[in-house]
Antibody, heavy 121, light 108 residues
Framework: QLQLQESGPGLVKPSETLSLTCTVS??????????WGWIRQPPGKGLEWIGS???????YYNASLKSRVTISVDTSKNQFSLKMTSVTAADTAVYYC?????????????WGQGTLVTVSS | DIQMTQSPSSLSASVGDRVTITCRAS??????LHWYQQKPGKAPKLLIY???TLPSGVPSRFSGSGSGTDFTLTISSLQPEDFATYYC??????????FGGGTKVEIK
């Protein structure tokens, strides 16, 4: 059974960089059938797609966040990562990593449990 | 950008009720529309993909319909475990996804 697990600091200071890692187990991140993505959810609000990456390193970002976001992949560790620079309180959210099907309909079929990141001094 | 509008934003219903949630896209998205169920403190769970296909393990009381710009999620007989928030997502503009604002289904 595929599992995804987010990890990283739960508290980040304003103007600093948020860094999270998603570790994939029970399957290979190098599968040609999937992208791997990050989605966030501010407290009490809806879901926002942040970006996705293919195992080859091709990346796709939400246009509204593109200038601050970098997603990378480490196939040797079966992990992918998110970096978001210059964070503000508006970036406080639960951050989810997820697997995205890429051969037909592109839905997210497996999700991590999510990790809350609070931006505060 | 493709905008997704869900309605209602919340509803109250009783166990056994038939519930319908709608999702409208700002332009045609064919059948690239998916529904997720999210319970408090949990990650979203894929409920329906490609507008009307249920993944393995999803109860048959859930159904989806629509294509183009207008879509519906129907729960034929609401069960206690169905009280949750439901989100639609379009992936027509892959990989630039957008989600709807969500519909919270509460107990009447």
């Amino acid at each position: 059974q595929l599992q995804l697990q987010e990890s990283g600091p739960g508290l980040v200071k304003p103007s600093e960089t948020l860094s999270l890692t998603c570790t994939v187990s029970g399957g290979s991140i190098s599968s040609t059938n999937y992208y791997w993505g990050w989605i966030r959810q501010p407290p009490g609000k809806g879901l926002e797609w942040i970006g996705s990456i293919y195992y080859s390193g091709s990346t796709y970002y939400n246009a509204s966040l593109k200038s601050r976001v970098t997603i990378s992949v480490d196939t040797s560790k079966n992990q992918f990562s998110l970096k978001m620079t210059s964070v503000t309180a508006a970036d406080t959210a639960v951050y989810y990593c997820a697997r995205r099907e890429r051969t037909s309909w592109y839905y997210f079929d497996y999700w991590g449990q999510g990790t809350l990141v609070t931006v505060s001094s | 950008d493709i905008q997704m509008t869900q309605s209602p934003s919340s509803l109250s219903a009783s166990v056994g009720d038939r519930v319908t949630i709608t999702c409208r896209a700002s332009q045609s998205i064919s059948s690239y529309l998916h529904w997720y169920q999210q319970k408090p403190g949990k990650a979203p769970k894929l409920l329906i993909y490609a507008a009307s296909t249920l993944p393995s393990g999803v109860p048959s009381r859930f159904s989806g319909s629509g294509s183009g710009t207008d879509f519906t999620l129907t729960i034929s007989s609401l069960q206690p475990e169905d009280f949750a928030t439901y989100y639609c997502q379009q992936t027509y503009s892959d990989p630039q996804d957008t989600f709807g604002g969500g519909t919270k289904v509460e107990i009447k």
